[in-house]
């Protein structure tokens, strides 16, 4: 159920030009019924807002928690 969750995110997403990274159990193949699926976003200049994503994500993962990052969000670290 999680798998199938997980290709409705990202057929739904990457039709609209995001670019998606699966992380976590799931990706790690350890996934439970205490996980999420986590998920980073890179919305880049799509001009898709965050919330719009959050939007679409929530409609298409039932009733699995989805944890959404976005990489626009994350820093670098400087060596």
Do not use: C, H
Request: hydrophobic residues 50%; negative net charge; proline residues 1%.
């Amino acid at each position: 159920m999680a798998l199938a969750a997980w290709y409705s995110i990202k057929l739904e997403l990457e039709a609209l030009g995001l670019e998606l990274t699966l992380f976590g159990s799931l990706a790690k193949g350890d996934f439970s019924t205490n996980s999420d699926i986590d998920v980073i976003v890179k919305l880049g200049d799509r001009g898709i807002s965050r919330s719009a994503v959050d939007r679409i994500v929530s409609k298409v993962s039932g009733d699995i928690p989805v944890d959404l990052l976005f990489v626009e969000d994350l820093t670098q670290v400087q060596a």
